[in-house]
T-cell receptor, first 116, second 115 residues
């Protein structure tokens, strides 16, 4: 069974640009969550999608948005990039809503975004 | 709100000696607790999880953790460290009040293993 895949693996952008990251969950998984990982703030929850609906959102500005398609693939978009958006963006999928009892999240390798 | 504190940012051990990574959590409800490991340039992998069954949880690669409600702790242990255990470890909590839909991660503990 293929794992969670994220594309691209590496991205370099300049301030003010926008970026779209893609995540393909494990087959059959309906929940996709996004996290931002930085050395200073650690792992922070961005949002979770389940059955094409955003179920939960972390404390990030509106520049961060996402969506989920009918095949459960998800995209995350960041507009008007800032230097502080440089981070590793991780996607995780699970069968049911994330964090539920005995519900394991499977993580992808991440997309390393560098904003210059 | 739920929270988790990993008491050590770095832990150094010698190969073959025991590993102890400490985690304290805060949750007013029935928590689910997880330990994840992240190797360099890799995603996170689940080591083990506690979901109100047995308080002593066994995971992969010889790791185990004990849930102690009275101490609000969920420390990760391994009897004998291996070089391949060098990685960053994250303690994670989720509780019923949040609808189990949000995972809160600790800041991570970097485990260094010397030969």
């Amino acid at each position: 069974k293929a794992g969670v895949t994220q594309t691209p693996r590496y991205l370099i952008k300049t301030r003010g640009q926008q970026v779209t990251l893609s995540c393909s969950p494990i087959s059959g998984h309906r929940s996709v969550s996004w996290y931002q990982q930085t050395p200073g703030q650690g792992l922070q929850f961005l949002f979770e999608y389940f059955s094409e609906t955003q179920r939960n959102k972390g404390n990030f500005p509106g520049r961060f948005s996402g969506r989920q398609f009918s095949n459960s693939r998800s995209e995350m978009n960041v507009s008007t990039l800032e230097l502080g958006d440089s981070a590793l963006y991780l996607c995780a999928s699970s069968l049911r809503l994330a964090g539920g009892p005995a519900n394991e999240q499977f993580f992808g390798p991440g997309t390393r975004l560098t904003v210059l | 709100a739920q929270s988790v504190t990993q008491l050590d940012s770095h832990v150094s051990v010698s190969e073959g000696t025991p590993v102890l990574l400490r985690c304290n959590y805060s949750s007013s409800y029935s928590p689910s607790l997880f330990w994840y490991v992240q190797h360099p340039n890799k995603g996170l992998q689940l080591l083990l999880k506690y979901t109100s069954a047995a308080t002593l949880v066994k995971g992969i690669n010889g790791f185990e953790a004990e849930f102690k409600k009275s101490e609000t702790s969920f420390h990760l242990t391994k009897p004998s460290a291996h070089m391949s255990d060098a990685a960053e470890y994250f303690c994670v909590v989720s509780d019923r009040r949040s609808g189990y839909s949000t995972l809160t991660f600790g800041k991570g503990t970097m485990l260094l293993v010397s030969p």
